[in-house]
Structure formats: C-alpha cells, structure tokens
C-alpha cells in the first residue's frame, strides 16, 4: 500500500479545509456529506477499522497513535503494516455533526 495512492485517491472528494498535506501526513477538514465516499476509499485500502472494534488497540499502535493525539470512543482508525510502512488514517468526527477531520499519516 502505497502513501501516495491513499493522498491520491481521497483528494477526489471534496474538502471543507485542507489543512496539511506533505510527504508522510495529510490533514484536510471533510463535510458529512462526503463521509460515506471518504469511508469507502479508505476501506479500499485498510479494510475495516481496527477502533472501534471488539479488539484492544496494541500497546504498539496506541503508542504510535498517541504522538498524532491518539484516538477516543467515536472515532475511528484504520492501520496497515505491510514490511516497513506504517500508514494509518485517524477519523474525529466534530461536536457539530457536520465536520469530520481526517488525518493520514506515514510513519517514517
């Protein structure tokens, strides 16, 4: 799984905000309307989330995750390990309703 191709594919919907968007971590603002589609793209690539699940997160990836601002009942995390990459996408949906921020994030 490719960094690029994940950045690639969800530029496609539309954003309320773009608020970063560099080699290894993409940040943008996305309206509710466009979740469903984000969703999808991002099941494209990880599969289904591994929070919220039945499962503990790892000791591993809550680590990793804590530097990014970690990851909290109602939000969502999907992870991948494939070799040396380590690319995860975190989803915190806004007290509005409305917005959701995403984050990707490579780990180098």
């Given at each position: 799984?490719?960094?690029e191709e994940i950045k690639?594919?969800?530029?496609?919907?539309?954003?309320?905000?773009l608020?970063?968007?560099c080699d290894n971590?993409?940040?943008?603002v996305?309206?509710?309307?466009?979740l469903a589609?984000?969703?999808?793209?991002l099941?494209?690539?990880?599969?289904?989330?591994?929070w919220?699940?039945?499962?503990s997160?790892?000791f591993q990836?809550?680590e990793?995750?804590?530097?990014?601002?970690g990851?909290?009942?109602?939000q969502?995390?999907?992870?991948?390990?494939?070799?040396?990459d380590t690319?995860?996408?975190?989803l915190?949906?806004?007290?509005d309703?409305?917005?959701?921020?995403l984050k990707?994030?490579?780990k180098?």
């Open positions: 799984m490719q960094f690639k594919e969800v530029k496609e919907i539309v954003f309320d905000k608020r970063m968007d971590q993409f940040e943008a996305i309206l509710k309307e466009e589609k984000l969703i999808a793209r099941e494209k690539f990880f599969g289904s989330p591994v919220p699940s039945k499962n997160l790892s990836i809550r990793l995750i804590e530097g990014f601002g990851i909290v009942s109602g969502i995390l999907y992870f991948s390990k494939e070799g040396s690319i995860f996408a975190m915190w949906p806004w007290q309703g409305e917005r959701t921020t990707i994030i490579k180098i």
